[in-house]
């Protein structure tokens, strides 16, 4: 089958988060969307191997921070490719309690939601939870970030539990070699070089300072491989 198709499929790039008795925890989501109006529903894919899933089908609660344009890789690396497990993601975050008990990022957030789960969906490897919203605000009204910027500028990758990860296809030979980061999965593509970091479209790996770190997990050169 051509996956192609699946790729033209536009979405956003969002924090879904929950809390499970006095813990929150969060994680990036790119399948959220509006089911109905009337009450206003809203869908989230969540992986069952994720802890924000354990969290949802506990608490049967969830929020929804819509991330802005401008929101740094860090912030999508320490949501997206971090677990709760192993770090508290809210530790240094801006957030607030909802009206659910729910955390609500508000760091490089254009507007959030929050909702009560009134049916979910055993979906295989994710279930589809389905909330109804019962309190939102309009932070402000900057540009949102979709899921092709993030993969088109920001240079950002699909972790393996996201609904829409494909595995890549085998790959043509490259005039300068993308390096892999080890720990989050983070490719460094010279072509676009590390816009954030001030690294220069054009930069080979090899000339990249030495305390350069991956823009996502913060790992240091040496986790790097070939790709
Ligand atoms: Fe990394």
Redesign the pocket.
Known sequence: MDYKPLQKIKYGMYIVSSRKGDKFNGQIANTVFQITAEPVTMAVSISKQNFTHDYIAESGVFSVSVLTVDAPMTLI?QFG?KSGRDIDKFANVDFKTGQTGAPVVLDHSAAWLEAKVISSTDCGTHTLFIGEVVNCENIKDTKTMSYNFYHRIKGGFTPKNAPTYQKPPKKEQETMKKYK?K????VYEPEKGDPEADIRAGTPFEKLPENWK??????PKS?FEPV
Do not use: K, Q, S, W
């Open positions: 690396g490719f980061c720990v989050c999965g983070y991956c823009p996502v997990c913060g790992a986790e």
